[in-house]
């Protein structure tokens, strides 16, 4: 592939999104991703198979140019982000979206300008700030990140990368393509810990996105305190969220076992591994480095590393 990723040249981007249900502010999001400063950018869609009209306004929206629209079965998030990426030709950065956000207009500019400074022979993910707002676009408040944390054992636990607010570059994108994960919670955690295994992670404290909080979301990035314990209930102890987490892990390790280094491989062990060990056990709860970002959600962890649930 020829290296576009020159100084003064402007490298091929993929915006990929998958909606479903998301007539109610499809649109608006659709007119950000348009209305971008960069001008060399291509829109990837597919609609995972929506009962309410997001394929009526995707197909309005597909007469303008730069727009290439799927149309699948319902086969959730995850599956159907993945299969769209696949679709994805000779872009050099690959930007991940989600249906109900609005994206500031120069977002895709200034990460272009960032990930072209950065190695083309690793893994590399991107990711900007962003501010919440509520489903009217009312400001709510400002998300906090704490750089310092981010890295290998931050990426096993906490999806402190969220889809809207990702880039990816084309190394990346090639490893995701060429092992694509059967057991992914999601697309964006595992480009994470990816590009944290073997890369390198970006954060960029300029703000992207207005991350709009409905009852809808997926994440529960910006939630309330009780709606916060709702949600750790709910997919936590009767979805059996870690479970998931611990499938992720374990198909990682299998996929990439000759590839990590030793630290990395010994740390995903302490979680993979299904015989009990003691060791294992107290290494865990008294692990030195946090896991997570909020002190709050890496004292529930521990908790459930005591509980014997990871």
């Known amino acids: 592939m020829q290296d576009n990723t020159g100084k003064n040249s402007k490298p091929k981007v993929a915006i990929v999104l998958s909606t479903y249900n998301g007539e109610k502010y499809l649109r608006e999001l659709l007119e950000s991703l348009l209305n971008q ?3 060399n950018i291509k829109i990837y869609i597919r609609d ?3 009962k309410d009209r997001t394929k009526e306004i995707l197909r309005e929206y597909c007469k303008k140019k730069n727009i290439e629209l799927f149309f699948g079965e319902n086969v959730g998030f995850v599956n159907s982000f993945f299969s769209l ?3 994805c030709t000779d872009e050099e950065y690959f930007f991940f979206c989600d249906q109900d956000d609005i994206w500031l207009p120069d977002k895709v500019q200034n990460a272009v300008e960032v990930l072209k400074q950065r190695k083309n022979n690793i893994p590399i993910l991107y990711f900007c700030n962003y501010d919440f707002y ?3 676009m009312n400001f709510i408040g400002h998300n906090k990140v704490n750089p310092s944390l981010l890295g290998f054992e931050n990426s096993l636990f906490d999806s402190v990368v969220f889809g809207f607010s990702v880039a990816i570059n084309r190394k990346c994108y090639d490893m995701l393509i060429e092992k694509t994960p059967k057991h992914s919670c999601s697309h964006d955690m595992y480009a994470y810990l990816l590009s944290t295994a073997f890369g390198e992670v970006v954060f960029d404290e300029r703000i992207g996105v207005k991350y709009r909080r409905h009852s809808g979301n997926v994440s529960p990035s910006g939630m309330g305190f009780l709606r916060l314990q709702i949600w750790r209930i709910k997919n936590i102890y009767l979805n059996d969220y870690f479970s998931k987490v611990k499938s992720q892990l374990k198909e990682f390790e ?3 076992k000759d590839d990590l ?5 010994r740390m995903l062990k302490l979680f993979t591994e299904d015989k009990f060990n003691i060791k294992s056990y107290l290494i865990k709860i008294f692990y030195p480095k ?3 970002q909020k002190l709050p959600d890496e ?5 459930m590393f005591v509980l014997k649930k990871l």
Not at 299 to 303: D, E, G, M, T
Request: proline share 4%.
């Open 261 to 265: 280094d030793i630290g990395k491989s």
């Open 134 to 136: 509520d489903s009217n």
């Open 290 to 292: 946090r896991f997570r």
């Open 299 to 303: 004292l529930f962890l521990r908790a």
């Open 85 to 87: 990426l696949k679709k």
């Open 48 to 50: 995972d198979g929506s």
């Open 37 to 39: 400063t960069y001008p």
């Open 254 to 256: 299998n996929l990439y």
